[in-house]
């Protein structure tokens, strides 16, 4: 949304960073900085420095950093358009679109009163139609009272082709909104239709509770058995996850989110009191929903049913690597069952000793890649140690390598350093083919091991403080680490448009950038030792600089035969004086 720069900034100078960050976690103030619990990783220490004047947040332990909004977005699930607008409402602050973006708002608020009308319409529906009978029979059948259907918010599609469809239309609903919102389709006839005929209905919600699309259940007829809501602006299943709504608050609370199958299966947890399950919307479980997840728990666990099928559908679902580093895990339903049918026959205790004896997902993978291969045969116990070298290999810690080789090398007989070896070679193979076995993740962080990057990050410090000095100074042709003269770039101009004397807004100037000059500035504006002299680490810069040239200079007269070129060579050793009479000079003046 093209929201006006100054409301962005008014919603920023109106929100209290500190005061954002201990609604959702434990805080401690210590003068102008505050220490947190961080609330994106587990820890029991503090370990978030929060910055009220600077608004800006760096975590020491899983490197998350950034401004307000930042904040809200990881916290919160959301994009920054999300995030502040959120802040704006809390500041009491009337955001301003331009003409185009607020014709896109009102598009997307209209398909989403129009789904919420669906929802309701359903609902009603299902509750007073007679021809939902055989809904009402179905739902009471898995054990759904009227409670249940009031808090999930399920529903009834009639059979009849245009029941919606007339309804959304004496609502005032355009045709065009219909379709967008994936309620209704163009029959051959050119007849709005609705999309959903004779289904009983379960509505999901994105993380904002707001309902964004359906999952229907066929109960008779032909068709699919399940069908979802088509992609729509609103409604993309590889960034949702049913229930989350309901269960995001007990995830963050427990530490724990639990993945079922399917819609049944998250309400018969939740009516069973374990309101942490979430299911995907008729799609696989894959990247997208493990970051949608890390905003609230470090530990997710897959828990499907014990038979081929769910089984295979956990190890399809993850060839990949994992790309957050969470703790994944994997339950095996007992008895071949489904949770939900689980919890109707009154097993839900076996159901979360299930989760509760969940083991690391590589370790199910290496579970059932060895139990596919006849290890009393030398060819099998040799294809299974390779296929386990591959899984092994993709794990970011070589503590945890070798922990699972060891367990490779008792389950087949064969030795560690044989193991080890082939755990090895996936790893170099990967590494030579751009794609590296094991990743955490994150950005590697940037060091400052040389006195020039150091002292380099201390005229940025500076810069970001609105020294006089270093203001007034134009060093772009001193810096000599790449990343730290792009951030000089990229951090000047919008210093020197600053007034003199103003302190900046740090979250507004390097903003909530993922790139490395982005992370690196948050980090070294976060820093609580004194900013360092101006005089000195200028002057510290130019000796930097001018051993630059006296080596050049150095290399150059090497390069000039004296007896062939008396006057050239002349030349260029008067230069070099120069420069190291300059170079004492700085000495001298430091």
Same mark, same amino acid.
């Given at each position: 949304?093209?929201?006006?720069?100054?409301?962005?900034?008014?919603v920023?100078?109106?929100?209290?960073?500190?005061?954002?960050?201990?609604?959702?976690?434990?805080?401690?103030?210590?003068?102008?900085?505050?220490?947190?619990?961080?609330?994106?990783?587990?820890?029991?220490?503090?370990?978030?420095?929060?910055?009220?004047?600077?608004?800006?947040?760096?975590?020491?332990?899983?490197?998350?950093?950034? @401004?307000?909004?930042?904040?809200?977005?990881?916290?919160?699930?959301?994009?920054?358009?999300?995030?502040?607008?959120?802040?704006?409402?809390?500041?009491?602050?009337?955001?301003?679109?331009?003409?185009?973006?607020?014709?896109?708002?009102?598009?997307?608020?209209?398909?989403?009163?129009?789904i919420?009308?669906?929802?309701?319409?359903?609902? @009603?529906?299902?509750k007073?139609?007679?021809?939902a009978?055989?809904?009402?029979?179905?739902?009471?059948?898995?054990?759904y009272? /009227?409670?249940?259907?009031?808090?999930?918010?399920?529903?009834?599609?009639?059979?009849?082709?245009?029941?919606?469809?007339?309804?959304?239309?004496?609502?005032?609903?355009?045709?065009?909104?219909?379709?967008?919102?994936?309620?209704?389709?163009?029959?051959?006839?050119?007849?709005?239709?609705?999309? =959903?005929?004779?289904?009983?209905? =379960?509505?999901?919600?994105?993380?904002?509770?707001?309902?964004?699309?359906?999952?229907?259940?066929?109960?008779?007829?032909?068709?699919?058995?399940?069908?979802?809501?088509?992609?729509?602006?609103?409604?993309?299943?590889?960034?949702?996850?049913?229930?989350?709504?309901?269960?995001?608050?007990? *995830?963050?609370?427990?530490? +724990?989110?639990v $993945?079922?199958?399917?819609?049944?299966?998250?309400?018969?947890?939740? !009516?069973?009191?374990?309101?942490?399950?979430?299911?995907?919307?008729?799609?696989? =479980?894959?990247?997208?929903?493990?970051?949608?997840?890390?905003?609230?728990?470090?530990?997710?666990?897959?828990?499907?049913?014990?038979?081929?099928?769910?089984?295979?559908?956990?190890?399809?679902?993850?060839?990949?690597?994992?790309?957050?580093?969470?703790?994944?895990?994997?339950?095996?339903?007992?008895?071949?069952?489904?949770?939900?049918?689980?919890?109707?026959?009154?097993?839900?205790?076996?159901?979360?000793l299930? $989760?509760?004896?969940?083991?690391?997902?590589?370790?199910?993978?290496?579970?059932?890649?060895?139990?596919?291969?006849?290890?009393?045969?030398?060819?099998?116990?040799?294809?299974? $140690?390779?296929?386990?070298? +591959?899984? *092994?290999?993709?794990?970011?810690?070589?503590?945890?390598?070798?922990?699972?080789?060891?367990?490779?090398?008792?389950?087949?007989g064969?030795?560690?350093?044989?193991?080890?070896?082939?755990?090895?070679?996936?790893?170099?193979?990967?590494?030579? &083919?751009?794609?590296?076995?094991?990743?955490?993740?994150?950005?590697?962080?940037f060091? /400052?091991?040389?006195?020039?990057?150091?002292?380099?990050?201390?005229?940025?410090?500076?810069?970001?403080?609105?020294?006089?000095?270093?203001?007034?100074?134009?060093?772009?042709?001193?810096?000599?680490?790449?990343?730290?003269?792009?951030?000089?770039?990229?951090?000047?101009p919008?210093? +020197? &448009?600053?007034?003199?004397?103003?302190?900046?807004?740090?979250?507004?100037? $390097?903003?909530?950038?993922?790139?490395?000059?982005?992370?690196?500035?948050?980090?070294?504006?976060?820093?609580?030792?004194?900013?360092?002299?101006?005089?000195?680490?200028?002057n510290?810069?130019?000796?930097?600089? /001018?051993?630059?040239?006296?080596? !050049?200079?150095?290399a150059?007269?090497?390069?000039?035969?004296?007896?062939?070129?008396?006057?050239?060579?002349?030349?260029?050793?008067? &230069?070099?004086?120069? /420069?190291?009479?300059?170079?004492?000079?700085?000495?001298?003046?430091?």
């Amino acid at each position: 949304m093209g929201y006006a720069r100054d409301d962005i900034e008014r919603v920023r100078a109106a929100t209290d960073l500190v005061e954002l960050v201990g609604e959702v976690t434990k805080i401690r103030r210590t003068g102008r900085s505050s220490m947190a619990v961080c609330p994106f990783h587990g820890e029991k220490t503090a370990s978030m420095s929060v910055d009220g004047v600077k608004g800006l947040y760096n975590c020491f332990g899983c490197s998350e950093s950034g @401004d307000v909004f930042k904040f809200v977005q990881a916290s919160q699930s959301l994009n920054f358009t999300e995030a502040l607008e959120l802040l704006a409402r809390r500041a009491g602050i009337t955001l301003k679109l331009d003409p185009k973006d607020k014709q896109r708002r009102s598009e997307r608020e209209a398909i989403l009163e129009a789904i919420a009308s669906a929802v309701t319409f359903y609902h @009603d529906r299902l509750k007073q139609g007679p021809d939902a009978g055989s809904a009402r029979s179905y739902l009471r059948g898995r054990g759904y009272d /009227l409670d249940v259907v009031e808090e999930f918010g399920l529903g009834f599609s009639p059979a009849s082709p245009s029941a919606l469809v007339s309804h959304l239309s004496k609502l005032g609903v355009k045709e065009s909104v219909v379709v967008a919102a994936s309620l209704g389709m163009k029959s051959r006839q050119g007849r709005l239709i609705d999309r =959903f005929r004779g289904r009983v209905m =379960f509505p999901i919600f994105d993380v904002r509770g707001d309902a964004v699309g359906f999952g229907a259940r066929l109960l008779d007829g032909d068709g699919p058995k399940y069908l979802n809501s088509s992609e729509s602006p609103v409604y993309q299943k590889s960034r949702l996850l049913y229930g989350l709504n309901w269960a995001k608050g007990e *995830i963050v609370r427990s530490g +724990e989110a639990v $993945i079922v199958e399917g819609y049944t299966d998250v309400i018969a947890m939740h !009516a069973a009191d374990r309101p942490v399950a979430v299911a995907t919307c008729g799609t696989a =479980f894959g990247e997208r929903h493990l970051e949608l997840l890390r905003r609230f728990t470090e530990r997710v666990v897959l828990a499907f049913d014990a038979d081929e099928a769910g089984t295979g559908a956990a190890l399809r679902g993850f060839e990949l690597d994992n790309p957050v580093n969470l703790d994944l895990r994997m339950a095996l339903m007992p008895g071949g069952g489904d949770p939900a049918d689980l919890v109707q026959e009154g097993r839900i205790d076996e159901v979360q000793l299930a $989760i509760d004896k969940s083991i690391p997902l590589i370790q199910f993978r290496l579970d059932r890649e060895l139990a596919d291969h006849n290890l009393a045969e030398p060819e099998a116990r040799g294809r299974a $140690i390779r296929r386990s070298a +591959e899984i *092994i290999a993709r794990h970011p810690d070589q503590v945890v390598r070798h922990e699972y080789a060891v367990l490779v090398s008792r389950r087949t007989g064969v030795d560690l350093s044989v193991v080890t070896d082939a755990v090895r070679a996936v790893g170099r193979s990967s590494k030579s &083919a751009g794609t590296p076995a094991a990743t955490n993740g994150k950005a590697a962080s940037f060091e /400052l091991t040389t006195g020039r990057s150091k002292a380099e990050a201390g005229v940025l410090r500076l810069l970001m403080a609105n020294d006089p000095l270093v203001r007034a100074t134009d060093v772009t042709n001193l810096f000599g680490t790449d990343l730290l003269a792009e951030a000089y770039a990229y951090l000047r101009p919008r210093i +020197e &448009a600053l007034d003199e004397r103003s302190k900046p807004d740090l979250g507004s100037v $390097i903003g909530d950038g993922e790139d490395e000059r982005s992370q690196f500035l948050r980090s070294i504006a976060m820093e609580r030792r004194p900013l360092p002299d101006a005089a000195d680490l200028l002057n510290r810069l130019r000796l930097f600089d /001018l051993d630059d040239r006296l080596t !050049a200079a150095r290399a150059s007269l090497d390069r000039i035969d004296p007896d062939g070129q008396p006057e050239v060579y002349s030349q260029q050793f008067k &230069a070099l004086l120069a /420069l190291e009479q300059e170079k004492q000079r700085l000495r001298d003046q430091g």
